[in-house]
């Protein structure tokens, strides 16, 4: 089945440093949807990309879909304590992805005042 | 608030208990989803339903019974559980089943098997 690989798990930052999250798969993806679930919450989402070599800003978030459509990335500028968090991507696509989101394992945000 | 509420938000339970997890959506969406998320592991989907027709069953165990009664309330009925599956439990809903369209996540129940 479809499966998307996400780096790094963890990320430990100085707040004001910048942070970025990668999705990886190995077939070519519809599209990628980011959420973000805060400690003790539930996801919530982000933002979704559909075209190739898309870029998305949502004010110190960036988002990038792959040319290839098979990559993602999530950049946040100057972490703020607001930022702390799991952040995942969920995908369809390839053969089975008709009818599910597929999500990543998450990458674990943590700041340092 | 999201629109998708969660009953009840902790259950601690037995092996031989029998329980049901309640969701409901105000949203106006077709398709509701059941996930289960455990510490150190990826959400894992378990069941998809798509105008109260179940639409996916991710190869769940049979001790998790899920029933939609109609589109805007999902169950998760539970029996002779075991402790591995202690997990926070999620239920979600979209505007439609497929890839396009973001899915709305309710507040979850975090269960415990004891």
């Known amino acids: 089945g479809q499966q998307v690989m996400q780096i790094p798990q963890y990320q430990h930052v100085q707040e004001g440093e910048d942070f970025t999250t990668y999705c990886n798969s190995s077939?070519?993806?519809?599209?990628i949807q980011w959420y973000k679930q805060r400690p003790g919450g539930h996801p919530v989402f982000l933002i979704q990309?559909?075209?190739?070599?898309e870029v998305k800003k949502q004010k110190r978030l960036t988002f990038q879909f792959g040319e290839a459509k098979k990559n993602s990335s999530l950049h946040i500028t100057a972490t703020q304590t607001t930022d702390v968090g799991t952040y995942f991507c969920?995908?369809?696509?390839?053969?089975?992805?008709?009818?599910?989101?597929?999500f990543g394992q998450g990458t674990r945000l943590t700041i340092n005042p | 608030e999201t629109g998708v509420t969660q009953t009840p938000r902790h259950l601690v339970m037995g092996m031989t208990n029998k329980k049901s997890l309640k969701c409901e959506q105000h949203?106006?969406?077709?398709?509701m989803y059941w996930y289960k998320q455990s510490a150190k592991k990826p959400l894992e989907l378990m069941f998809v339903?798509?105008?109260?027709?179940?639409?996916e069953n991710n190869s769940v165990p049979s001790r998790f019974s899920p029933e939609c009664p109609n589109s805007s309330h999902l169950f998760l009925h539970l029996h002779t559980l075991q402790p591995e599956d202690s997990a926070l439990y999620l239920c979600?809903?979209?505007?439609?089943?497929?890839?396009?369209?973001?899915?709305?996540f309710g507040p979850g129940t975090r269960l415990t098997v004891t």
């Open positions: 990309l559909v075209k190739s070599g």
């Open positions: 339903y798509s105008l109260e027709e179940r639409v």
């Open positions: 979600a809903s979209s505007r439609s089943v497929g890839g396009l369209g973001e899915q709305y």
């Open positions: 949203l106006g969406h077709n398709a």
């Open positions: 969920a995908v369809t696509g390839g053969v089975q992805g008709a009818q599910k989101l597929v």
């Open positions: 077939t070519t993806l519809s599209n």
